[in-house]
């Protein structure tokens, strides 16, 4: 992982979390890979291992087809997309990019005929959850980002929203 938020305090923690699981081989012990079945079932979505896409937005900051790359990968992986209420394709077009479960981070907006609208939006194009952000009260900003200088692209947008 490249970056992460704040001054990465939570990076560095879930990499020295991670140092405490180290992997004892047992060899010889007539396991084979049948054997192993790191599945799990979140919300009876068969996974065939742990590991799913943590809602991020922006990702047009870094390629042109934004969320609808990394959606369509996730799903090519076999895992769940969580797509970010912060996201710069609109929420539909992700939806389509995979056949794969979809879930939807929702920043709660104060306006609730915005928030009602999304979810509409949501259950329309087919996401079979919600997750509600509770701890974003405004933007946010990495010590990183803002080191750079804060690069927005240029016409850069929120497709999810109305620009308005
Ligand atoms: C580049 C980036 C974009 C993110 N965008 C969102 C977002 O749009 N919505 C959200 O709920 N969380 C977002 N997150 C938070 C992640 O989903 C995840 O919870 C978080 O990265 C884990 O904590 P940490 O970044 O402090 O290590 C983002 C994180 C990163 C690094």
Redesign the pocket.
Known sequence: MA????D????RE?RRAFNYFPILTHRLACIGAKDIDLGIDPLGHKLPYPIIA?????HGFVRPEAEIGTASGAAAAGTIY?S????ANPLEAIAKAGSGPKWL?L?FNADIGVTRSLLQRARDAGYSAI?I?TD?LGPGA?DEFIRLGRPFPPNFTFDNHDPR
């Open positions: 970056d992460s938020s704040g990465e305090w939570t990076l879930n943590a809602p991020m937005g922006a969580e970010s209420g912060a996201s981070q920043y997750i952000t974003a990495s």
